[in-house]
């Protein structure tokens, strides 16, 4: 069973039919305001922005989706591969009646407004991306291989029996999460329990999103099918710790894709940057977007 919302201030709910299923969206700012929709990635949900909910909601009017399956959205039993999380954005901008957006994410949010900016270019004024690299090839050939070793963690979470018991264990997120920050307190206990506990009622969703990347998604990406014109101006702040966003690799790869991408690498930090490093999150927000 699903804990109860977590509260935040001047935050509003709201749940819409999206592909099939009903995906819970939080909102802070002007109803009316100019809109920000920012996507987070595994193993949270909206509640990774609480730090940047405030401030950027005193200019904007943010929309925070969880992702299918995450947070209070819908679990469908399938529909957990990139694209479709892609897909499920744009069918969300169209209920909502909006046509074109600010666009931050996160992780595999992240990925899935690469690839949301990439096929639907029209939708998005401009794109601040954290901590995760485009789906560009980087055309590095041998040496591409010998860096996987950066995703030994995803392996034990594509295996069924395995997967299930790691998710539903605090101690298991602790680690994780200790892996990919530098600051102590970036994430707190009661934080850790909230995502525990969400992960913990659905494990067949970080089964899904992490066996279809590893078994589909890493080759098709890393051959060039998930490779096209980036038009959306955008940016990219990995933190120098990140062992899953490297901004080198992501310079080199992103010339012959993109248009205006730029990346800014955070110092003091790894891959949980609104957590980690949420003042440096929001200063880049707002002035790229003004």
């Not at 987070?40 to 940047?52: A, E, L, N």
């Not at 790691?166 to 680690?175: I, N």
């Not at 009661?190 to 995502?195: F, I, R, S, V």
């Not at 990406?221 to 966003?245: C, H, K, Q, Y």
């Amino acid at each position: 069973m699903l804990p109860e919302l977590p509260e935040l201030d001047g935050v509003r709910h709201g749940y819409h039919e999206v592909n099939g299923f009903r995906q819970h969206v939080a909102e802070a700012g002007d109803p009316s305001g100019e809109p920000l929709v920012m996507l987070h990635g595994w193993p949270q949900h909206w509640w990774c922005w609480r730090k940047v909910i405030p401030p950027l909601a005193e200019r904007y009017r943010v929309i925070c989706p969880d992702l299918r399956g995450h947070g209070w959205s819908d679990a469908p039993e399938d529909g957990y591969d990139k694209p479709q999380f892609a897909r499920d954005l744009v069918a969300l901008l169209d209920m909502m009646g909006l046509d074109r957006v600010r666009l931050v994410g996160h992780d595999w949010g992240s990925m899935a407004g690469f690839l949301a900016c990439i096929r639907s270019p029209e939708r998005f004024d401009r794109f601040l991306a954290l901590s995760i690299a485009p789906p560009f090839p980087s055309n590095q050939g041998p040496k591409v291989l010998l860096e996987a070793w950066r995703l030994y963690y995803q392996l034990p979470l594509t295996l069924p029996i395995i997967a299930p018991r790691l998710v539903s264990r605090p101690s298991f997120l602790e680690v994780f999460f200790k892996a990919g920050t530098v600051v102590d307190d970036a994430i707190a206990q009661a934080d850790l329990d909230l995502y525990t506990r969400v992960l913990a009622a659905r494990p067949h969703v970080t089964l899904s999103v992490y066996r279809t990347f590893i078994t589909r998604e890493a080759y098709a990406m890393a051959s060039g099918r998930w490779a096209g014109r980036l038009t959306v101006p955008t940016r990219v702040m990995a933190g120098e710790g990140d062992i899953v966003a490297m901004p080198e690799r992501i310079i080199k790869a992103s010339k012959p894709y993109a248009d205006d991408l730029r990346v800014h690498e955070v110092e003091g930090a790894r891959h949980f940057l609104p957590e980690e490093k949420p003042e440096a999150v929001v200063e880049r927000a707002l002035a790229f977007f003004a």
